[in-house]
């Protein structure tokens, strides 16, 4: 069923707490109005974020600066070695004096979650987020348990060359709408941190709205109109890359569902109830980048996938409106 089509009055109203939420968090985290659009774009998509970078970037301030601007419950999970399973998820215990197991949950209970340095912990216990993330609930001892809505988890992690971590299985990468990278801030941008460093800070930033306001934003991300040929243009820049001869595996049919749904949240935040080509390139690369398995020569060549990626965009021609 195609869905009514929004209110102008909704959209602009969704673009302002947007824009408000972006602002708030980009008084902390200074000069990636991009980067902190696009973890808006996951939240409102009811996706989840992995932002990757080298230590010191802010990647952990992009985090908790995100989690504060909303009035939610938010938890962090440092991730190293030692850390089990349970210790994510919760865990079942015997009450002597009920007589009964009770459950415990685990820091996942919250609506946003902050994993960080995801590749510290072992597999197994980085396996313990896959199932709450794609179902949004928590299975212990058989029972399971929903965690609040609405629900992201922001996890963060380091290059995969460095010492000490443990590379992402395929199949929990695929979890993630979008990968991120903060990047090393311009000059200006690292004086002015310099200048507030002692007072810029999450823990002070004021909510700018709460979770049910961003429960209703959500559900209106799922009624942007998205017109068919769209559709086959996701479908074929996902094509592309699966056809690519520097790829071993490309993008899969659920890497260009969520391409669409971010595009559908991305116009939204930009004031748009409906979704145009500009949002699917421009979201290409931090929804698809993470979902392309290059070949092992296309590896030893220093081929990256943004470049597969560019040329899957340079190669897939942008559906034009009717009538032209």
Not at 259 to 280: H, M, Q
């Amino acid at each position: 069923m195609t869905p009514e089509p929004l209110p102008p009055s909704y959209v602009t109203g969704f673009a302002q707490v947007a824009g408000q939420l972006a602002d708030r968090i980009g008084s902390v985290v200074l000069g990636k109005p991009e980067v902190v659009r696009l973890a808006l774009t996951a939240l409102f998509a009811q996706g989840h974020v992995l932002l990757e970078d080298v230590p010191g970037v802010g990647k952990t301030t992009l985090a908790r600066a995100l989690a504060a601007s909303i009035r939610g419950q938010w938890r962090r999970i440092q991730f190293t070695p030692d850390l089990l399973p349970s210790d994510v998820s919760g865990v079942t215990i015997f009450n002597q004096g009920s007589r009964a197991f009770e459950f415990h949950p685990g820091p996942v209970f919250a609506n946003i979650v902050i994993a960080d340095e995801i590749n510290r912990a072992s597999p197994k216990t980085q396996s313990a987020l896959l199932e709450v993330m794609e179902e949004r609930r928590v299975t212990v001892d058989g029972v399971p348990h929903p965690v609040p809505q609405p629900f992201l988890v922001v996890a963060t992690q380091n290059p995969v060359e460095m010492d000490g971590t443990y590379r992402l299985p395929e199949a929990q990468l695929d979890r993630f709408l979008v990968k991120l990278s903060v990047g090393y801030p311009d000059e200006e941008v690292e004086i002015e941190v310099l200048r507030g460093a002692a007072g810029r800070s999450p823990d002070t930033l004021e909510p700018v709205t709460d979770t049910a306001t961003i429960g209703e934003m959500v559900k209106m991300a799922l009624q942007v109109h998205v017109a068919d040929p769209l559709y086959a243009y996701a479908v074929r820049l996902a094509a592309a890359t699966r056809n690519h001869p520097q790829v071993r595996v490309g993008v899969s049919p659920r890497g260009v569902i969520a391409l669409t749904r971010a595009a559908c949240a991305y116009a939204l935040i930009n004031g748009r109830g409906y979704v145009l080509p500009e949002d699917l390139k421009a979201l290409v690369e931090p929804v698809f980048a993470h979902r392309v398995l290059l070949s092992p020569d296309a590896q030893l060549r220093g081929v990256t996938a943004a470049e597969v990626l560019a040329d899957a965009i340079g190669a897939v021609p942008v559906p034009l409106p009717a009538g032209t």
